[in-house]
């Protein structure tokens, strides 16, 4: 196997790298076992000090950093800044707050002292996706770092540029050899990384299959894994709505990153009501969104990251509106070498549908209509998946209502769903378990040791 980076605007090669022999591998995984100990006896103060360097590193080669995940994966280069600096802002957070996320908890009982002392684990791996290629990456490495923990790196083999670049950081900022490591591997080696009783948990961010077969790995080995998995989340217009707000929320969050990020509203379940009027002015929004070269600022929509990827969405809007979905705009691939996909919207789409059942992973937009607050909450909650949702009305107490009844692990009322350190991030049923990011971030890869002293 080898790692391909394919430029997703002509389908150029970019780089292709050779994928590690077993013996590279293996040498890896010493020089990160030598680096655990040393670095879990690292205070604090001076593994925060470094991760506030990394913050610096990253927003000193933004313009390099952020060229790369453009010309890798396809998103537009304001959007690949933006990820860029998110980096730097979860870095400092940690580097400021870990400090007291980690500080003992002290706990009255009938002991003398008794509390609880959070302590790393040793080495995680991490197995990451390409969408968001340096943003979740450092989503799980800034706080388990921070934790005394070392990270290795399983990256998706389409952005190995991406990969070899997150380690340079970490790198350029000081940190000892070994801590972050980033593995030339492929996905049948993942399983031997996990049996490495060296390696004492896992965390992915990637799609369902993926997320089974990795914690079914843990599983078997009694290791600790955190899965943040795919999304449907649902984008709920109530019949009190300020549609000019949630046409354009809805728009940014349908189609940024080319449509292609878990937490992207996906199904818009509109109130009978309101239905056609939001409608007409979505589509008008959309139809706005012009897609280009990624590099240049007037373009508003980005290609898929890949052909295949871009051939599997069409496949999945076709056969819907085969059972009947309506085409509102779009629905096709656009001619040339890119892989571009037009930005669309099918409306009426029904249970059944591959639409309705399934998270389309580019920039599609469905429509569901619901009768009332009531029923959009029953549509909402039928899904499988359990990552984000949002609400629109100009009633915060309704809002707050009915997101408190969403089943999913991050409800939004009048705003994007988007992931911020100081808030858990992750989802419920096939979305996944655990949470990244806050305390309860930090706190997934360590050991809350009680300690009782008479």
Same mark, same amino acid.
């Given at each position: 196997?080898?790692?391909?980076? %394919? *430029?997703?605007? $002509?389908?150029?090669?970019?780089?292709?790298? &050779?994928?590690?022999?077993?013996?590279?591998?293996?040498?890896?995984?010493?020089?990160?076992?030598?680096?655990?100990?040393?670095?879990?006896?690292?205070? %604090?103060?001076?593994?925060?000090?470094?991760?506030?360097?990394?913050?610096?590193?990253?927003? @000193?080669?933004?313009?390099?950093?952020?060229? %790369?995940?453009?010309?890798?994966?396809?998103?537009?280069?304001?959007?690949?800044?933006?990820?860029?600096?998110?980096?730097?802002?979860?870095?400092?957070?940690?580097?400021?707050?870990?400090?007291?996320?980690?500080?003992?908890?002290?706990?009255? @009982?009938?002991?003398?002292?008794?509390?609880?002392?959070?302590?790393?684990?040793?080495?995680?791996?991490?197995?990451?996706?390409?969408?968001?290629?340096?943003?979740?990456?450092?989503?799980?490495?800034?706080?388990? +770092?921070?934790?005394? *923990?070392?990270?290795?790196?399983?990256?998706?083999?389409?952005?190995?540029?991406?990969?070899?670049?997150?380690?340079? /950081?970490?790198?350029?900022?000081?940190?000892? /050899?070994?801590?972050?490591?980033?593995?030339?591997?492929?996905?049948?080696?993942?399983? #031997?990384?996990?049996?490495?009783?060296?390696?004492?948990?896992?965390?992915?961010?990637?799609?369902?299959?993926?997320?089974?077969?990795?914690?079914?790995?843990?599983?078997?080995?009694?290791?600790?894994?955190?899965?943040?998995?795919?999304?449907?989340?649902?984008?709920? /217009?109530?019949?009190?709505? $300020?549609?000019?707000?949630?046409?354009?929320? #809805?728009?940014?969050?349908?189609?940024? *990153?080319?449509?292609?990020?878990?937490?992207?509203?996906?199904?818009?379940?509109?109130? &009978?009501?309101?239905? &056609?009027?939001?409608?007409?002015?979505?589509?008008?929004?959309?139809?706005?969104?012009?897609?280009?070269?990624?590099?240049?600022? $007037?373009?508003?929509?980005?290609?898929?990251?890949?052909?295949? +990827?871009?051939?599997? +969405?069409?496949?999945?809007?076709?056969?819907?509106?085969?059972? #009947?979905?309506?085409?509102?705009?779009?629905?096709?691939?656009? =001619?040339?070498?890119?892989?571009?996909?037009q930005a669309s919207i099918i409306d009426h789409v029904k249970p059944g549908m591959r639409a309705w059942h399934e998270e389309l992973f580019g920039p599609v937009a469905i429509v569901i209509r619901a009768k009332n607050e009531d029923d959009a909450v029953s549509i909402a909650n039928s899904s499988d998946?359990? +990552?984000?949702?949002?609400?629109?009305?100009?009633?915060?107490?309704?809002?707050?209502?009915? =997101?408190?009844?969403?089943?999913?692990?991050?409800?939004?009322?009048?705003?994007?769903?988007?992931? &911020?350190?100081?808030?858990?991030?992750?989802? %419920?049923?096939?979305?996944?378990?655990?949470?990244?990011?806050?305390?309860?971030?930090?706190?997934?890869?360590? *050991?809350?040791?009680?300690?009782?002293?008479?």
């Amino acid at each position: 196997m080898a790692f391909h980076a %394919i *430029n997703p605007v $002509d389908g150029s090669t970019i780089l292709t790298l &050779d994928n590690w022999e077993a013996s590279r591998l293996s040498k890896a995984m010493d020089v990160a076992e030598l680096a655990a100990g040393p670095w879990a006896d690292t205070p %604090i103060k001076k593994r925060c000090e470094l991760m506030y360097k990394a913050a610096e590193v990253l927003r @000193t080669r933004q313009e390099e950093l952020a060229t %790369i995940i453009t010309q890798e994966m396809g998103k537009l280069i304001k959007e690949s800044r933006g990820e860029i600096e998110k980096c730097a802002w979860v870095c400092e957070y940690y580097a400021e707050h870990g400090p007291g996320f980690l500080e003992d908890e002290y706990i009255e @009982t009938d002991a003398a002292k008794s509390l609880v002392a959070y302590q790393p684990l040793g080495i995680i791996l991490a197995v990451m996706p390409w969408n968001f290629p340096f943003w979740q990456v450092f989503r799980f490495a800034a706080p388990a +770092l921070v934790a005394g *923990n070392t990270g290795l790196l399983k990256h998706a083999s389409n952005v190995p540029q991406c990969a070899q670049a997150i380690e340079s /950081v970490f790198k350029e900022a000081g940190f000892p /050899v070994g801590v972050f490591t980033t593995l030339m591997i492929g996905s049948v080696q993942v399983r #031997g990384v996990i049996d490495d009783p060296r390696v004492k948990a896992v965390t992915l961010t990637g799609s369902e299959p993926a997320g089974k077969s990795v914690a079914e790995a843990a599983g078997a080995n009694i290791k600790k894994s955190v899965l943040e998995l795919g999304g449907s989340d649902a984008f709920i /217009v109530l019949d009190d709505a $300020d549609l000019e707000l949630a046409v354009k929320q #809805g728009v940014t969050s349908r189609y940024m *990153n080319g449509g292609q990020s878990c937490i992207a509203a996906k199904r818009f379940i509109v109130v &009978d009501a309101i239905a &056609d009027a939001f409608l007409e002015k979505f589509k008008a929004a959309v139809e706005d969104l012009r897609t280009g070269d990624p590099m240049s600022v $007037d373009t508003t929509l980005a290609p898929m990251a890949r052909h295949d +990827l871009r051939d599997e +969405l069409h496949k999945q809007v076709i056969e819907s509106i085969e059972a #009947g979905a309506k085409i509102v705009t779009g629905c096709a691939p656009e =001619a040339g070498s890119g892989a571009y996909y037009q930005a669309s919207i099918i409306d009426h789409v029904k249970p059944g549908m591959r639409a309705w059942h399934e998270e389309l992973f580019g920039p599609v937009a469905i429509v569901i209509r619901a009768k009332n607050e009531d029923d959009a909450v029953s549509i909402a909650n039928s899904s499988d998946f359990g +990552l984000g949702g949002s609400v629109w009305t100009q009633s915060n107490a309704r809002g707050e209502r009915v =997101a408190r009844q969403l089943q999913c692990g991050a409800a939004f009322v009048n705003g994007l769903v988007k992931s &911020d350190p100081r808030m858990p991030f992750g989802g %419920i049923k096939r979305s996944g378990y655990g949470r990244e990011l806050s305390h309860h971030g930090i706190r997934e890869f360590v *050991n809350a040791k009680t300690i009782w002293i008479k």
